[in-house]
């Protein structure tokens, strides 16, 4: 039956319409294929989840070499989460995709464009449904090496020099990682996560287990871009294609939180990482100066593509705060901000798409009286915007409060005045949109009305109806999270 | 299965651990070095992409040289041979080489667009080209 063979098909429908679109060359057909495809995607993910709050784990046994030989797909709670959000969001941009990849792409590159986007869904969703420490590798260099191919097709040659730097950096993150788990390989004797986390309790305190944690830790800061590494993440953001730095704000840097994640709690379990490294401290302290840093930085960007990119590095340390306090409320939090801020940025990216398909620019001064022009798009922005504040009634508001919950059970005093503090630099640089956008006098000449089309502002409210709509009605988001927080807790010893 | 490198050392007429039983690691570790340091310090994107790829090199070692274990024999099971060595990380650093040319690849790609773009695979002479463009598009924004 069809829906045993769920697991396989999350990962295989994309990789196999990655080399058909090459093969039709047109662009039409590559767009039709890729949003098929990620709608497909998006009812298997929502399958898996319904399939994992019902049975519990599913352990798919990929050809039928049973685990810990074979490589095992396993979707628990956690992964079914971020499936739904990876192919969620996809669903949503891919139908926005075609208008604004028309007016960015030099046409004959399309077909590639969706190509590359096929293949980078399927990285982000194999390394989310993979149980498997070899196999994330693989796919998280699928999910990269397109990735960069993606943010090359920018149209600004910045575009390549971005790709460049991230291709750089993203592939020392992966190979720190790959060393890691070839210690932990050493040591265990499996690349199986569920059984590695097993045999590990016999060799915890030794030596390579714990440089292994250092290595994986690194490399996969790398790739959720944490501050002080997150310096490839504005320029690949600003000079990519707005609809892939919606898709890429949404998900990437997210997925590899999840990996992340999954080897701190599942693998190692707190209790190897709280005592002998200060990991979680060091998380903590570094979240916190992304959080005001990166806010900071964002304030006085002359882009808005980079002011927005900024906080997502701001953003990115929420979500690594709630890891490294490591209690329940934390881990909801920050299983929860994957979501709401994957939502809120993509909207916001969306949005700022089609701010630049009329003005031909993201630069602040050219935004002057955008409001008069682009009314629409300016609500949806300002909306999106509250969301990274995290204004009630929306849904960043609901990740801070539970963060703020976490940081005083822990007594930790000091995380609420820095969430403060961020959540106050949040709304200087969302203010200065809205200040320019709406109080300053458009430029002599411009013209006067002419909004985003459809195809564009359709899918982006969309998303910024998300935004709202998360904030009033947390079943999923919060309960999802809840429910993965106390999975991964429950894998502690 | 558990700590290859380490039983070969051992069986090796219980030899202790000297520089010379972990040769290989020191190299790995060497060209480990070696690699993340020419990345960082050259401003040549050619130099950086050789530089990643004797970083990415050593990394096969760390998987292969464990692997094998003195006087194993491929995992077929025949008369008189009781040691095998474990292929599977062979496998998978066949794969992590794929992974490692279809990089290389596509950073010696870009590296020929950016020349096309900049005229220059000199980081500094790129970042200078970008200062002035951007120069330009202030004075342009400040003028309209």
């Given at each position: 039956m ?27 057909a590559?767009w ?7 709608w ?27 685990p ?8 628990d709670?956690l ?15 891919l ?9 960015e ?16 869904l ?24 397109s ?29 720190l990682?790959?060393?890691?788990v070839?210690?932990l ?10 059984d ?21 830790t690194?490399?996969l800061?790398?790739?959720i ?66 959080m005001v840093?990166?806010?900071l ?16 590095v701001?953003?990115?340390g ?6 490294g306090i ?6 909801t ?30 630069r ?9 022009r ?15 504040v ?29 969430i403060?503090?961020s ?21 002599a000449g ?26 009033l ?7 999802g ?13 | ?16 651990m ?20 020419i990345?960082v310090?050259r ?9 990643l ?8 070692l ?6 094998k ?7 077929i ?5 009781k040691?095998?060595?474990?292929p ?29 773009e ?8 790129i ?7 951007e ?10």
């Amino acid at each position: 039956m069809i829906l045993d063979h769920l697991p396989a098909l999350q990962v295989v429908v994309p990789l196999l319409a990655a080399p058909l679109i090459v093969l039709l060359r047109s662009g039409r057909a590559g767009w039709f294929i890729t949003t098929a495809v990620s709608w497909i995607s998006f009812v298997i993910s929502i399958l898996l989840f319904i399939q994992v709050q019902q049975t519990g784990v599913i352990s798919y046994a990929l050809g039928s070499w049973p685990p810990p030989w074979g490589i095992e797909y396993r979707v628990d709670v956690l992964s079914a989460y971020v499936l739904v959000l990876v192919s969620g969001i996809a669903s949503v941009v891919l139908p926005y995709a075609r208008a604004s990849i028309l007016a960015e792409v030099p046409s004959d590159r399309h077909y590639l464009l969706y190509s590359m986007f096929a293949l980078f869904l399927c990285g982000l969703l194999g390394i989310a449904i993979t149980g498997d420490a070899f196999n994330v590798f693989v796919f998280l260099e699928v999910s990269s090496l397109s990735g960069y191919v993606l943010i090359a097709l920018g149209r600004d040659k910045r575009a390549l020099r971005a790709s460049f730097q991230y291709l750089i950096m993203g592939t020392i993150g992966a190979t720190l990682y790959v060393i890691g788990v070839g210690l932990l390989y050493l040591m265990t004797g499996t690349l199986n996560l569920a059984d590695m986390a097993e045999r590990i309790r016999a060799v915890e305190e030794t030596r390579p287990v714990l440089v292994a944690l250092a290595f994986i830790t690194v490399g996969l800061s790398l790739k959720i871009a944490l501050f002080p590494l997150h310096v490839w993440l504005p320029g690949a953001y600003t000079f990519a294609p707005s609809a892939v730095a919606a898709f890429m704000a949404g998900t990437a840097t997210k997925v590899s939180v999840y990996v992340l994640l999954r080897f701190v709690f599942g693998v190692f379990g707190v209790r190897l990482v709280l005592p002998d490294l200060a990991l979680l401290e060091m998380l903590i302290i570094f979240s916190a100066v992304a959080m005001v840093v990166a806010s900071l930085v964002a304030l006085f960007e002359k882009d808005l593509k980079r002011l927005l990119a900024y906080s997502s590095v701001a953003q990115i340390g929420y979500i690594t705060l709630g890891l490294g306090i490591a209690n329940a409320d934390g881990l909801t939090a920050s299983v929860a901000h994957l979501f709401n801020h994957g939502v809120t940025k993509a909207a916001l990216f969306m949005l700022v798409g089609g701010i630049v398909l009329r003005l031909g620019t993201s630069r602040m001064d050219a935004l002057a009286g955008l409001s008069r022009r682009m009314p629409v798009t300016c609500i949806g922005v300002a909306l999106a915007g509250l969301s990274l504040v995290g204004a009630p009634g929306t849904a960043g508001f609901i990740t801070k409060w539970h963060l703020v919950l976490a940081a005083l059970q822990e007594g930790q005093w000091w995380i609420v005045v820095v969430i403060a503090a961020s959540s106050l630099l949040a709304a200087a640089y969302v203010w200065r949109f809205v200040e320019i956008a709406y109080l300053r006098q458009p430029p002599a000449g411009a013209v006067t009305k002419e909004e985003a089309p459809l195809q564009l502002l359709v899918p982006a409210w969309v998303l910024v109806a998300a935004c709202i709509y998360f904030g009033l009605d947390t079943s999923f988001s919060l309960g999802g999270a809840r429910d993965a927080a106390a999975f991964l807790l429950g894998g502690v010893r | 299965m558990c700590l290859p490198a380490a039983a070969a050392t051992q069986s090796n007429d219980g030899e202790s651990m000297t520089l010379a039983s972990h040769y290989s690691y020191w190299m790995t570790i060497l060209l480990m070095i070696t690699g993340l340091y020419i990345v960082v310090a050259r401003g040549n994107l050619i130099k950086k992409l050789i530089g990643l790829g004797i970083f990415q090199t050593s990394v096969y070692l760390i998987y292969i040289a464990p692997g094998k274990l003195i006087g194993g024999t491929a995992p077929i099971v025949a008369e008189g041979f009781k040691i095998y060595s474990n292929p599977l990380p062979h496998v998978l650093i066949l794969t992590a080489i794929v992974v490692g040319v279809a990089t290389l690849a596509l950073g010696l790609a870009l590296v020929v667009r950016i020349y096309e773009e900049y005229g220059s695979i000199e980081e500094d002479t790129i970042l200078e080209v970008e200062r002035r463009d951007e120069a330009d598009q202030e004075k342009a924004g400040d003028r309209s």
